[in-house]
């Protein structure tokens, strides 16, 4: 009986191991052939083209052939779809967490997780039919766009910010609570001076993958606004560039090599553009559970 036992116990610390190796591996393979694909396609021109990258940066010059518009695109693509889901989405979750009870706490729960199961290109058909019924209906003139892509985006992100805000906020210990109605706080008080701050570290998980899933979708934007020479975003309801658009459109529209590598050489870009993203997020995440730990945000 021991023996087996222990034969148990190497089998599952052999396949732990094993399963906790694989992911860095595959990670380490995928972005070595990335990276051995995307680099050589690095280069200025690349992001600006044949525009000098001061008259682009600093004069708003228009680029050709190169990836500024979409890189310009989805920085506002991300930011609207944040700036919608981002406050949805905690206070919801603190709804569901502090809150909801029976019946209502029940059906939303289903509700998000429904809304968590929705594949994204059937989010994109919802945008793409929200046009239509607007033209029909109350605005002749709607068209897809920025705005569009955005509020499609902000929905599909919408489940992992409220599901990581309500985990968060559950997961404090009840002496938070306790120690707040102590010092006479409101439970509105007690949410929005302790238990938020406190869950801060969780909630920003959240808005970190938030970002990376609204940063990386193309099926959505397909439907929604996206193009493949658009220049600059012009204004919210105008069409635009994205870079997930973009590398697919080059990846299964490229008629040369060097084609290809510009859409490996994209890909990069994208990466270190959502790299970028997280940093910002992380340090942002930081600074707030320093001042909420040195007591200057109660």
Not at 42 to 64: H, K, M, Q, Y
Request: proline share 5%; hydrophobic share 55%; net charge positive.
């Amino acid at each position: 009986m021991t023996n087996g036992a222990s034969f148990t116990e190497k089998a599952v610390c052999i396949l732990s191991w094993g399963a906790a190796l694989t992911v860095p591996a595959v990670l380490c393979t995928l972005m070595g052939f990335l990276l051995w694909r995307g680099v050589p396609g690095w280069s200025l021109a690349l992001i600006f083209g044949d525009t000098a990258p001061l008259n682009a940066l600093l004069r708003g010059a228009p680029v050709f052939d190169g990836l500024w518009p979409a890189c310009l695109g989805t920085l506002a693509l991300v930011a609207l779809a944040a700036g919608i889901a981002v406050p949805i989405g905690i206070a919801s979750g603190v709804y569901l967490a502090e809150y909801a009870r029976g019946r209502s706490r029940q059906v939303f729960s289903f509700c998000v997780d429904l809304l968590a199961g929705i594949p994204s290109i059937l989010m994109g058909l919802f945008g793409f039919a929200l046009i239509l019924l607007l033209r029909r209906t109350v605005a002749p003139a709607a068209n897809t766009g920025l705005l569009l892509s955005a509020l499609c985006l902000a929905l599909l992100v919408l489940p992992y910010l409220i599901s990581t805000t309500r985990l968060s906020i559950e997961g404090l210990p009840q002496e938070l609570r306790l120690a707040g109605a102590c010092l006479g706080l409101s439970h509105g008080q007690v949410v929005g001076r302790i238990l938020l701050p406190a869950g801060m570290h969780g909630i920003f998980s959240g808005v970190i993958l938030a970002v990376g899933r609204a940063a990386e979708d193309t099926a959505v934007i397909l439907l929604t606004g996206v193009v493949a020479n658009a220049g600059t975003p012009s204004s919210l309801t105008g069409k635009y560039e994205a870079l997930p658009f973009h590398i697919y459109y080059l990846a299964a529209e490229h008629q040369s090599p060097a084609q290809l590598t510009q859409a490996f050489a994209a890909a990069l870009v994208l990466l270190c553009l959502t790299g970028l993203l997280f940093a910002a997020a992380r340090l942002l995440h930081a600074r707030l559970e320093k001042k909420w730990k040195t007591g200057t945000t109660i």
